[in-house]
């Protein structure tokens, strides 16, 4: 028998993926708590915590939850970040479709999520760089990375555990981090965009006030993200 499962996009999709089998999952910011009422309908979490600090997408998740028959499995949460799920014991936590500077200061608001057993989805809209900047320097380690497309925008996900260990990082991580490694399209698309508009960047310094320092290092990046996208010569 066919089960009627949410329908996500991409980006809700790749992150779902992301999440362990089984695991009690927490979704951070639901809003309309398709991605966790997906987990539970299609069995792979076994329990779920759907949170947000605001009232109204917390209403509109407990109404998929219900609509979809899922309200044993998925607690609904009122609550800012991590705070209503610290006495619960979760295994992954999403936190998707916020700033990546939000994402961090969530994080760095609740100093038990320093914890190895957990595993985080992260996938900040803006400001990916300031994320895996806080990542690096707060001994987060990120595993590896997705990206997605939805709307026409490409977005990073990121696959992260806390292993007590800062990792070393440069202008190239912060802005890539692990998609080069990243086999789906939308990651070689991410870097070729990121690289085209550098160089377009580079183009404008250069033709206001020829070639500087600064424009050789904007085009020295900007074929770094172009090379890394495996576009390179199109
Ligand atoms: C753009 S929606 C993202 C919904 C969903 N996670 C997704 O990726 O499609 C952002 C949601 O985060 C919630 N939010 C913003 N700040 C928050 C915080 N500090 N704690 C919990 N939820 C928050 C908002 O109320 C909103 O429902």
Redesign the pocket.
């Known amino acids: 028998m066919s089960v009627k499962l949410p329908v996500l996009d991409m ?2 999709e790749r ?1 779902g993926q992301m999440v362990r089998k089984d695991s009690v999952c927490a ?6 708590g ?2 966790i009422t997906y987990l539970a309908v299609s069995g792979k979490i076994k329990k779920g915590f759907a ?4 009232e109204k ?1 917390l209403a509109k998740a407990q109404k998929t939850i219900a609509e979809y028959g899922v309200g044993d499995k998925v607690k609904t949460i009122l ?3 991590l705070c209503g799920i610290e006495n619960e014991s979760v295994d992954d936590i ?1 936190i ?3 700033g990546g500077d ?1 994402i961090a200061r ?1 994080l760095d608001s609740a100093p038990w999520t320093k914890d190895e057993r957990l595993h985080f989805v992260l ?1 900040p ?1 803006t400001k990916a760089d300031a994320l895996r900047k806080y990542l690096c320097e707060n001994g987060f380690e990120i595993e590896y990375e997705r990206a997605a497309e939805a709307k026409r925008f490409i977005y990073a996900i990121l696959s992260v555990k806390y292993t007590g260990k800062n990792t070393k990082y440069d202008d190239f991580f912060l802005n890539v981090g692990k998609l080069p490694e990243c086999k789906d399209a939308e990651a070689s698309a991410y870097l070729y965009r990121k690289g085209t508009k550098l160089l377009e960047t580079a183009q404008k310094i250069e033709n206001a006030l020829g070639e500087n320092e600064k424009s050789i290092s904007v085009r020295s990046m900007a074929q770094r993200f172009i090379k890394a996208s495996g576009k390179a010569g199109e």
């Open positions: 980006r809700l992150i979704d951070i910011g639901t809003d309309h398709y991605l949170c947000d600090i605001n997408p609550a800012d970040g999403v998707a479709g916020m939000l969530i996938q809209m």
